[in-house]
């Protein structure tokens, strides 16, 4: 298979990955106390990560153990992630993962109204036509067969979305013109999760012995699939495409929720939650091209700032629970940086 075909083959099973986990989360949290399975979700992929850093530290030249910069960095990053996956889980507990899947899609037209950099003069009305036809197409996702008072699980979806774009922009914010390494910065942040999980779902921890074969199932590939294999595999395609081609790959991630949902799951479509799925990746991928266009638009008289000359890091449409842990950037190639 020839180079490129491969690099795009990973990211769409990233990306499939990450649409499926909205359907394994909502399975272990039937079986097991929300903050459980997150606490177990980190344990694991803490446990990955450390053993992973272990056996890379040995064959890389560099700092062995932590920078300041990673550890600065890490902790806030690891608690408002942590944030983001309760709102997340508590979310798909209530709600289809086909309608998770698509709301938290939001993420990639919310970030850019909390990350200002690179946006001179503000955005383009175009961004704004784009974000309100998102803000529509939840409507019709919350209307279910018919217009009725809003459900909690989407409400929460809503809410997460809004909670990962400043966590996203947070991301972009700390690790700007540091040199930080993404396995460690991760594996930084899967420690914090774990430690913040740790006292609220002590109690619970019993249950854990009493879970079936099939539940475990689901937290190890929540764990080290959702998780760590996909950041992973994510960090080493985007070094081998442009960030455009990825964010268009990693795009489809609502779509594969969808795709699991109906398929697995035997959820259906109405027609107007039908109609809302098309019109929130219609406007998902509409707000992005236009805020990426807009980036690399500076006007050309003056000399931009460096980090705005470097091409915009795309943020990974969410969705942790989906889509975690969110990759964070170390320094980039000096043509395609890594998303966020």
């Known amino acids: 298979m020839p ?26 949290t039937a079986a097991l106390p929300v903050l459980l399975v997150l606490l177990a979700r980190y344990a694991l992929s803490a446990l990955a990560c450390l053993g992973f850093v272990a056996a ?14 990673e550890l600065r960095a890490g902790v806030p990053l690891g608690v408002t992630q942590a944030a983001v996956l309760v709102v997340e889980t508590y979310g798909v507990a209530h709600t289809t993962a086909a309608n998770a899947g698509l709301i938290i899609s939001l993420t990639i037209v919310l970030t850019p109204f909390l990350d200002r950099a690179g946006h001179p003069g503000g955005l383009p009305p175009a961004f704004y036509a784009a974000a309100g036809l998102c803000v ?9 067969n018919g217009f009725h008072a809003p459900r909690l699980g989407d409400l929460l979806m809503l809410a997460a979305a809004f909670v990962r774009a400043g966590h996203v922009a947070l991301v972009g914010r700390l690790t700007a013109g540091r040199a930080i390494r993404p396995l460690h910065l991760t594996t930084v942040q899967t420690l914090v999760g774990s430690a913040l ?3 609220p779902a002590a109690r619970e921890l019993p249950s854990l012995a009493h879970a079936d074969a099939a539940t475990w199932t689901q937290l190890l590939y929540l764990a080290l699939f959702c998780s760590v294999f996909a950041f992973l595999a994510q960090t080493w395609a985007i070094q081998r495409t442009s960030a455009s081609r990825a964010g268009l790959l990693l795009g489809t991630e609502p779509i594969w929720a969808a795709v699991v949902g109906i398929a697995l799951a035997g959820e259906h479509f109405t027609p107007l939650t039908g109609l809302g799925a ?17 980036r690399a638009g500076a006007p ?26 969110t990759p964070t950037p170390g320094p980039p190639p000096p043509t395609t940086p890594t998303a966020v």
Request: charged share 20%; glycine share 8%.
């Open 3 to 28: 180079d490129a075909r491969r690099t795009d083959a990973v990211l769409l099973l990233v990306a499939l990955v990450w649409g499926s986990s909205y359907l394994s989360a909502q399975t272990a």
């Open 56 to 69: 890379r530290t040995g064959s890389r030249r560099g700092p062995r153990r932590w920078t300041r910069d």
């Open 136 to 144: 529509l197409a939840v409507g019709l996702l919350m209307s279910g």
């Open 197 to 199: 999980f740790l006292v």
């Open 278 to 294: 098309a019109v929130m990746v219609a406007g998902t991928y509409w707000g992005q091209a236009v805020e990426r266009a807009h």
């Open 300 to 325: 050309p008289h003056r000399t931009a700032p460096r980090h705005e000359q470097a091409e915009p890091v795309t943020p990974r449409p969410a969705q942790e629970d989906a889509r975690w842990p």
